[in-house]
């Protein structure tokens, strides 16, 4: 995740001391030992993880991201659902940043590995001994038509939980809707929290069942997926549920335009045999996924995969060619699920690794795929899904509480109001290890 949205052109931060943990000086040209590019949840948390570690604390470490302001994205689910105000989910991004970590407001233009080198877009030459990539991906708004101009028009009700400038909107749609056609689409391909797309659709249809709506609002969940779900056991739920809560499902459509004026959405069809067919929808209320890429600077560098994602080893997060150089969170060709979840077990094995790097040692921390999606499937229900590499689940309560596939009670206040607390007072400090909770996993491969 990275510390800043996508949805409207990045604004160049000035280069200047904007906080107590900013540079208070920005030089032509600067060296430090760890570079980590990207303040947003992978960035912030392997920062502050290094700063426990007797070996890297106060060792010359440096972040670089232009945002101004670092965002909780998980809990956009919750503002878009009416669960909780849009203010708890940001902060000034200089508040999460580690004492004695350098901030540099720059944008990473090129990466130079062979050398050791960053260039920014504002001139500064960045050097390393080890280099760590964490700024997140893009949410490609401008990748569907006339999705842009539709998010802009409040009256169109369309609206998007993928970013704070349009979740809010969501919330007002969801209570103004009434009934006629309501889609809800997820975008073929890679996305961040791949379980988001069908949260809010569960969310607005149990709300519009409070309501007292439900039954004049016909709801479809168009996805350019083959199932509910990548994993199949909570897939299997899923597609229950679905059905017994009169929810269609159109299944491998991708959208690809939207006609805010006459409320028509476009889908291209990519069943085998279908040849691409353009499907038209009709849309009283319309929430969209954008599709979601790395970004070209990433994608473009020598350190990216063919996909353009940052082509590292899927068990110890060290890049295939470049051994002094890392990644973590969305930016990286890790096979498993982009969640926040899975940051909080990939840091450890990434720091282990390099610190293994440092001392000329063998990586034996390997990290299993572990991801987590918390699925909210109504008002006090939420089914919590684990899994690794394989689609394999690995549940934190199934000994206690049972399979997870099932919505629970418990689950949904985790969600609600357990999580934002943990990732504001704990995550981002370096001192939550997810599954573990406050604890270091045994994260060796041998």
Partial sequence: MAGVAVFRPLVRAPVRSLARTYATSIPSKAHHRVVIVGGGTAGVTVAAQLQHNPEFQNK??????????????????????????????????????????????????????????????????????????????????????????????????????????????????????????AIFTQPA???????????????????????????????????????????????????ELRKQRNVEGLFQHNLVKVDSKNKVATFKNLAEGANGALVEREFGFLHVVPPQKPFDWVAKSQLADAAGWVDVDKSTTQHTKYKNVFSLGDASSLPNSKTAAAITAQAPVLIDNLLAVTKGKELKAAYDGYASCPLLTGHGELMLCEFKYGGVPKETFANILGGQESP???????????????????????????PSGFFKPDITSN
């Avoid at 878009?80 to 720059?106: A, C, F, N, T, W």
Wanted: charged letters at 20%.
């Fill in 408 to 434: 629970n009670r418990l689950y949904y206040h985790l969600k609600k109001d357990f999580f934002p607390y943990a990732y504001w007072n704990y995550f981002v400090k370096g001192n939550w290890y997810g």
């Fill in 189 to 239: 391909g890679i996305i961040k929290c791949a379980g988001a797309p069908q949260k809010v659709m569960w969310m607005a249809l149990s709300q519009w069942k409070r309501d007292g709506v439900r039954d004049n609002i016909d709801i479809t969940f168009a996805t350019g997926g083959p199932a509910m779900f990548a994993v199949p056991k909570y897939s299997q739920a899923l597609e």
């Fill in 60 to 181: 010359d470490i440096a972040i670089l991201d232009p945002a101004k302001t670092h965002h909780y994205q998980p809990g956009w689910t919750l503002v878009g659902s009416g669960l909780r105000p849009l203010e708890d989910m940001h902060r000034p991004i200089h508040s999460v940043i580690p004492q004695g970590v350098k901030h540099y407001p720059l944008r990473v233009s090129t990466f130079d590995p062979e050398n050791n080198a960053i260039k920014t877009s504002e001139g500064v030459d960045v050097s390393y001994d080890y280099l760590i990539v964490a700024p997140g991906l893009e949410t490609n708004f401008a990748g569907i038509s006339g999705l842009e101009q539709a998010l802009q028009d409040p009256a169109s009700q369309v609206s998007s939980i993928y970013s704070e400038r349009t979740v809010e909107q969501v919330w007002r749609n969801i209570q103004a809707s009434k009934k006629g056609p």
